[in-house]
């Protein structure tokens, strides 16, 4: 069966640079998250999207956005990186707000 | 926005032994939902909640939803060291549908 896909799963940037990172939800899942796990930390919930548009914000830093588009697939752009983003960002995406499915996580580094 | 306190934050069992996680809330939740999370892994949806006092059990993992929908524990009998890894709870309030999550019971088994 189909899994949510992340890319990439490894990123290393510098300080101020900028990242994007993207998500394909399983098909025809309607909503998709986005959250941050910092190490030895649980998931803070950023931000989703019901049916391409924005359905609920949470701790989502100005310097961050979101978008999903037509195709379903979201991406999270991270502009002026600091050295406290990097953490797992993990996409996720669900049916009528039902289980989440998870990605595998996509790794950002930031030096 | 709603809190979801989960304790203990560290378990360290003996194999064979039981245990509890708890997950506790100050305001009404519409549902609650279970996720274990492997060391290196995503999290990966065990349990949803729905209705006061529900009980469902998976094997050797029983999930409880208090009476007054504020609360909800996930018992373990007979640890086995498969069972290693970070249980969340995650719940959604009855005023809006971001899903936040607990901070996480880490637990770890001697053998």
């Known amino acids: 069966a189909a899994g949510v896909i992340q890319s990439p799963r490894h990123l290393i940037k510098e300080k101020r640079e900028t990242a994007t990172l993207k998500c394909y939800p399983i098909p025809r899942h309607d909503t998709v998250y986005w959250y941050q796990q910092g190490p030895g930390q649980d998931p803070q919930f950023l931000i989703s999207?019901?049916?391409?548009?924005?359905?609920d914000k949470g701790s989502i830093p100005d310097r961050f956005s979101a978008q999903q588009f037509s195709d379903y697939h979201s991406e999270l752009n991270m502009s002026s990186l600091e050295l406290g983003d990097s953490a797992l960002y993990f996409c996720?995406?669900?049916?009528?707000?039902?289980?989440?499915?998870f990605g595998e996580g996509s790794r950002l580094t930031v030096l | 926005g709603q809190q979801v306190m989960q304790i203990p934050q560290y378990q360290h069992v003996q194999e064979g032994e039981d245990f509890t996680t708890y997950c506790n809330s100050s305001?009404?939740?519409?549902?609650i939902q279970w996720y274990k999370q492997r060391p290196g892994g995503h999290p990966v949806f065990l349990i949803q909640?729905?209705?006061?006092?529900e009980v469902k059990k998976q094997k050797r993992l029983t999930f409880q939803f208090g009476e007054a929908k504020k609360n909800s524990s996930l018992h373990i009998t007979a640890t086995q060291t498969t069972d290693v890894g970070t249980y969340f709870c995650?719940?959604?309030?009855?005023?809006?549908?971001?899903?936040?999550f607990g901070a996480g019971t880490t637990v770890t088994v001697r053998a």
């Open positions: 999207f019901y049916e391409k548009m924005q359905s």
């Open positions: 305001t009404t939740l519409s549902n």
């Open positions: 909640l729905v209705k006061s006092g």
């Open positions: 995650a719940a959604t309030s009855s005023n809006d549908y971001k899903l936040s």
């Open positions: 996720a995406s669900s049916l009528n707000t039902g289980e989440l499915f």
